[in-house]
């Protein structure tokens, strides 16, 4: 019950802080939106006449809703995690007493909330330019799309204890962001050791709902339960070392100071 | 008083920051102390002296080298989220609120990080509103109030999480003169309420003064003092007098005088003298008159002296320096 009401505090500031300042997450969106209709009409004024690239097309519809997805999931927990430290709420987090782990996941629910209506607004958005129509088969699609995403949490919660630590995390932090980006459009065909890189095998499983048509349902539950247990490695050895860095912030007293 | 009413106890706390170019630094040294259920504390000491490092061991935000602390028998750095339900904060240095959300917004978010409902907190949030004086300001951003009110609404923040304890670390740094007086107000009634017990870290004597039952006086990590606010004063006004005279002391007189007192201060302006000397027994102020009455100085007044706590705490940290 009251784990209840720390989520929906957080879930609730998190929308207020979207409805007040629109701005940031607008212009993110447009300017990724821009970025995909110059890689989306530059593919095709260098592929269109091969029959083939139609699939390629796809793919870039597919995999930018995707990276649109993973970027904003894993920058609202990092950036936060700097921001509030910064500005001395982190502190005031932690004293939850329902603890601080809660209050993070709260936290990642509630962002999660809005990061899949933009995401999916933005997928719409962009097979409306582009006349290029995925099969959007939510109960597929949607399953997917959180197991993937889970195991990039974990480094979001690495990052963020990396920042309470050693506070100039935003080179690596800004890496990372093109490291989903070649996860995502690397394929598994050539380099089939990437199924064991976080994200790689959940794009692949997207992209068979999204572009190949397959239904959750159709697929051998060992391909989703091994996208599960991928995740869950990631989700939990990024957890395990943000751990490790909390305990090193509260030794050093470094909780509030940045 | 009694063990029972303890509901703050902080047992030989120690904390060493570790680090490379400074070695080890202690920032609180074997800390002990009790606070009683509805007192209201002042932990007083220069920058520097380990007030915010004890505060952040006691809510948990610093781990301390050793040492315990007891939240209303609760072991509070071995089941740090049950001591939380019982401690709110406000820390220095830090908004502790979020800028882009309005007063109202703020108020019910801390409200629900407690766990608490909000049709619970519905009520008492109006009457925080009401009680800082912020019933205009509800719908603005926190961002765009002064930084007075920001800091009542920190505080007000804190308060909405209707804790037993609340832990102020210099809840007046940095305010105007008149938001610091009117916030000092306000912990008053909330202390003569008896609704909260409250430990207050403050490197301003007379905001302890104002509000606190009781002084506990920190520096280099340790405690110097830990006595009630009436009982310091008492033991500096019961032996210091002054005495003020017209025309100078001869050499001879100033020599007796300095024989006698070992707390001794005289200052000579051009027309008059002022002796202020220290005795435990008050009637060693005639062996002073006696010395006066030599030359035939004449007495323009004597009196009792009545120092402040910034007195007394500035005698009390150069003491412990001298050491």
Do not use: M, V
């Given at each position: 019950m009251r784990h209840a009401i720390v989520l929906k505090a957080l879930v609730k500031r998190n929308f207020l802080m979207v409805v007040r300042y629109p701005f940031n997450l607008i212009a993110g969106l447009i300017s990724l939106f821009l970025i995909f209709l110059v890689i989306f009409y530059g593919a095709q004024a260098v592929g269109g006449g091969n029959p083939a690239f139609g699939a390629t097309l796809s793919g870039i519809v597919m995999g930018f809703m995707l990276w649109s997805f993973i970027v904003f999931a894993y920058s609202d927990l990092t950036w936060d995690f700097i921001n509030e430290a910064q500005q001395g709420t982190l502190e005031q987090l932690y004293m939850s007493p329902l603890g601080f782990g809660w209050v993070s996941i709260s936290h990642i629910l509630g962002w999660l909330l809005i990061n899949l209506i933009t995401t999916f607004g933005m997928l719409f958005a962009m097979m409306g330019i582009t006349g290029r129509w995925l099969n959007v088969d939510f109960l597929s699609v949607l399953p997917l799309m959180l197991l993937t995403v889970w195991g990039v949490y974990g480094f979001g919660f690495l990052m963020g204890g990396l920042a309470l630590v050693f506070k100039q995390v935003q080179a690596a932090f800004q890496i990372l962001q093109f490291v989903w980006l070649g996860l995502i459009a690397a394929?598994?065909?050539?380099?089939?050791?990437?199924?064991?890189?976080?994200v790689s095998w959940g794009t692949h499983l997207i992209g068979r709902v999204m572009i190949g048509g397959q239904s959750i349902f159709e697929m051998p539950a060992s391909d989703v339960l091994f996208l599960a247990a991928n995740s869950a490695v990631y989700f939990g050895l990024g957890y395990l070392g943000f751990k490790y860095f909390e305990r090193m912030a509260r030794d050093r007293g470094l909780l509030g100071h940045y | 008083m009694s063990e029972a009413e303890t509901v703050l106890r902080v047992e030989e706390l120690t904390k060493i920051y570790r680090s490379r170019r400074q070695g080890e630094v202690k920032a609180v040294d074997r800390v002990s102390f009790s606070v009683h259920r509805n007192e209201v504390v002042g932990l007083l000491g220069?920058?520097?002296?380990?007030k915010t490092t004890t505060i952040k061991c006691i809510c948990g935000l610093i781990r301390p080298t050793s040492g315990r602390v007891w939240v209303d028998g609760v072991d509070a750095l071995r089941h740090p989220r049950r001591a939380l339900e019982k401690i709110a904060a406000v820390l220095e240095g830090n908004r502790n609120v979020y800028w882009r959300l309005t007063v109202r917004d703020n108020l019910e978010f801390f409200a629900g990080l407690q766990g608490l409902p909000l049709r619970n907190v519905k009520g008492y949030i109006d009457e925080l509103i009401e009680t800082f004086n912020l019933q205009e300001k509800v719908n603005t951003q926190a961002r765009a109030l002064s930084r007075g009110m920001q800091q009542k609404l920190a505080v007000a923040c804190a308060l909405v999480k209707q804790t037993e304890i609340l832990l102020l670390d210099e809840p007046t740094l940095g305010l105007d003169v008149e938001t610091s007086y009117e916030l000092r107000r306000i912990l008053r009634d909330l202390a003569q309420r008896g609704e909260r017990t409250i430990l207050l870290s403050s490197h301003d004597m007379s905001v302890v003064q104002d509000i606190c039952d009781r002084v506990i006086i920190i520096n280099h990590g340790r405690i110097v003092v830990d006595d009630r606010i009436e009982n310091l004063k008492r033991l500096f006004q019961a032996s210091a007098y002054r005495f003020e005279i017209e025309g100078h002391l001869s050499p001879k007189q100033q020599r007796r005088l300095q024989e006698r007192f070992e707390l001794l201060k005289i200052t000579n302006t051009e027309e008059r003298t002022v002796i202020e000397a220290e005795m435990l027994d008050p009637s060693r102020v005639y062996e002073v008159i006696d010395v006066l009455r030599q030359n035939g100085a004449r007495l323009e007044s004597v009196g009792r002296q009545y120092p402040d706590l910034e007195e007394i705490f500035l005698r009390i940290v150069r003491g412990e320096a001298r050491k």
């Open positions: 394929p598994l065909d050539p380099f089939p050791l990437l199924k064991y890189a976080p | 220069p920058n520097g002296a380990g």
